[in-house]
């Protein structure tokens, strides 16, 4: 998932619609424009057709922008989002609760239910927020685990080169907030600031070495982390907001299907961040086909019939 994707809900306001009519069959599944967001759809959509739900795909609709205010004008009925991005949603992004994983999804289940009539169901123990990664032999062999030992290697004189998009090196809630939480600065020369929001090119130039790069930015639950041998260290302080998976959707749907949320707690229970990794790099690093990686993950887990 790419910063574009997660955050351009901050860039244009969402023209609010009134209460929706009664849901009608079947139910529209749409997602962002992301890996992630179109693996998590085909297996709400796999779940609920099994479970005689009809379910019309409308997956990789685009962006956070488009796809909430699609909701929102029910023009789809569900779609994976993340509980951090009700802090723009309602404009309270500087209320600590986001940086609180159970305290976020309660906060947004609320304000949504109040205000728009849409329904959060339990959240996937999965943060896809920023952190820093480092190279894997770096982190070996200068036992780095936590940002915290990243400090103090850099403090220390140790050699360091992270790449990153602008909005990552520049914006106050990511490295700088980094920076201030853990008490280390990075110069102009320990950074290399490539175009676009995307993590692949920086995860590949610290994984290879490219041009002195051995740390970079990441989001949690990329596909590419683990294929590339990274290391995402810890961040104890918790200096970011929390970004889980949920499925969001119309309460009148919820309402003419009161079977959704036992359908979809299993599949959103077992989706954590090693989960999520590994079916990311399925189809971003294997060049899989995101609805058959989902139907084989959920086959696996005894949550889809074999056949």
Not at 83 to 107: C, I
Not at 166 to 185: H, M
């Amino acid at each position: 998932m790419t910063l574009v994707t997660r955050r351009m809900a901050l860039l244009a306001p969402i023209v609010l619609a009134g209460f929706p009519a009664a849901a009608a069959e079947p139910v529209k599944i749409g997602s962002k424009i992301d890996t992630e967001g179109e693996l998590i759809g085909a297996m709400i959509i796999a779940v609920l057709n099994q479970a005689g739900i009809p379910t019309v795909n409308r997956l990789r609709l685009g962006n956070t922008r488009i796809a909430r205010a699609a909701l929102l004008a029910g023009e789809i009925d569900l779609y994976p989002e993340y509980t951090g991005n009700g802090a723009f949603f309602f404009h309270v992004d500087s209320d600590p609760v986001w940086k609180n994983a159970k305290a976020g999804e309660a906060r947004v289940r609320e304000l949504d239910a109040a205000q728009n009539h849409i329904a959060w169901l339990a959240a996937a123990p999965a943060n896809n927020t920023w952190g820093i990664a480092v190279n894997g032999d770096l982190a070996a062999k200068a036992k780095l685990r936590t940002l915290a030992d990243f400090a103090a290697y850099v403090n220390g004189g140790g050699k360091i080169r992270v790449a990153g998009s602008a909005e990552f090196v520049e914006s106050a809630a990511a490295l700088p907030a980094f920076q201030t939480a853990y008490g280390f600065k990075l110069s102009q020369d320990q950074l290399l600031v490539l175009a676009g929001g995307g993590t692949s090119a920086p995860e590949k130039a610290a994984a290879e070495g490219t041009s002195g790069v051995n740390a970079t930015m990441v989001f949690g639950t990329d596909g590419a982390i683990d294929a590339l041998g990274l290391v995402v260290l810890e961040d104890p302080k918790s200096v970011q907001m929390v970004y889980e998976p949920a499925p969001s959707l119309r309460e009148p749907v919820l309402a003419a299907y009161p079977k959704i949320p036992e359908l979809l707690a299993p599949i959103f229970a077992k989706l954590d961040e090693k989960t999520l990794r590994t079916l990311n790099a399925k189809v971003e690093v294997d060049g899989q086909v995101a609805a058959k990686v989902a139907e084989a993950w959920l086959k696996a887990n005894g949550l889809l019939k074999q056949g």
